[in-house]
């Protein structure tokens, strides 16, 4: 679920884990394609940096998915809302507790 493990007390029931699933099943189908060019894009700077790439060059190639993440943030969001959504009050709680800390300039 991309989230931390629940304390047994709070673990996700077979219906959220359901309801999670379909939900990310429904995201990935109707982003398919971004999510494609994205992965494309990273594979492209991997495989130009493990060639000896300068780190201009790789930070070039990744600038190209920029534009498709940005397309994907809102998608992404309401992808996390919809998420938070099917866990119930002390779930919620549990995670906003123990969320990790912003990296350094977030």
């Known amino acids: 679920t991309g989230f931390p493990p629940f304390p047994d007390?709070?673990?996700?029931?077979?219906?959220?884990?359901?309801?999670?699933?379909?939900?990310?099943?429904?995201?990935?189908?109707?982003?398919?394609?971004?999510?494609?060019?994205?992965?494309?894009?990273?594979?492209?700077?991997?495989?130009?940096?493990?060639?000896?790439a300068t780190r201009e060059a790789v930070r070039a190639i990744l600038a190209e998915g920029r534009p498709i993440a940005a397309a994907l943030r809102t998608a992404v969001e309401g992808l996390h809302q919809s998420v938070l959504a099917v866990l119930t009050d002390a779930q919620r709680a549990w995670l906003a507790a123990h969320r990790p800390p912003a990296p350094p300039g977030v």
């Open 9 to 52: 007390s709070l673990k996700l029931s077979a219906a959220q884990k359901t309801a999670i699933e379909a939900l990310h099943t429904g995201f990935r189908t109707a982003h398919q394609g971004q999510l494609d060019a994205l992965r494309a894009i990273f594979e492209r700077a991997r495989t130009a940096r493990q060639g000896g």
